[in-house]
């Protein structure tokens, strides 16, 4: 059975610097099983911060995160893109990534989460309009929040860091970043393959 990659795509703006960022990173993955999931074509409700979770270990919400949670707890290299956002991820990204509220009570307060399915590696691409000096600051954090109770170890994070990208097709325009997202893909798959 081949290796499982689940991209998320957040940005509600189609096919901009993040994602294709992350498209150009999943060229590496070919000889993998590839799903990419469009966050803004989901329905998922934000956290009401009602706290069932830490009591039934599961979200009074039914909605499209049901399935994509699953997704999420059984593949093996989870991508979460997100561009830069009023200094943090976009709203859809925290949205999902609050939603995961359910996996940390399971692990941290009910400790029932049972260990997951895939061999658990983690990618974060980001693209930020701005070079200013701390521009990824507070969007990293929030992705390994994600990271954390998704079970990925650290040590097999890796993270795609793009500053400067404004317009549009910033990306698509720019040899070197497009370099830089081709390398750290080609280096996801090795160490995937690798471990």
């Known amino acids: 059975m081949p290796l499982s990659v689940l991209a998320i795509t957040t940005s509600p703006r189609r096919h901009g610097n993040t994602e294709s960022a992350l498209d150009k990173v999943l ?18 409700n934000p956290c009401k911060g009602c706290g069932k979770c830490e009591k039934a270990g599961v979200c009074i919400h039914v909605d499209d995160f049901v399935e994509l949670g699953e997704k999420i707890r059984a593949c093996d290299l989870l991508i979460f893109a997100s561009p830069v956002y009023s200094m943090s991820v976009c709203g859809q990204g925290k949205i999902l990534i609050d939603r995961c509220q359910v996996f ?3 692990k941290y307060v009910l400790h029932d989460l049972p260990k997951p399915e895939g061999k658990k590696f983690g990618m974060f691409i980001s693209a930020s309009g701005q070079n200013r000096e701390g521009i990824f600051d507070h969007t990293v954090p929030v992705a ?27 990306f698509r325009k720019n040899p070197e ?10 280096a996801m798959a090795a160490l995937m393959v690798k471990e």
């Open 104 to 106: 940390w009570s399971r």
């Open 177 to 186: 970043v497009i370099a830089r997202a081709k390398e750290a893909g080609d």
């Open 27 to 44: 060229e590496s993955f070919s000889e993998m099983s590839v799903e990419k999931v469009v966050l803004n074509d989901l329905n998922i």
């Open 144 to 170: 390994q929040f994600l990271f954390d109770v998704s079970q990925i170890p650290v040590s097999r994070i890796r993270y795609l860091l793009l500053p400067g990208l404004d317009k549009i097709s910033d």
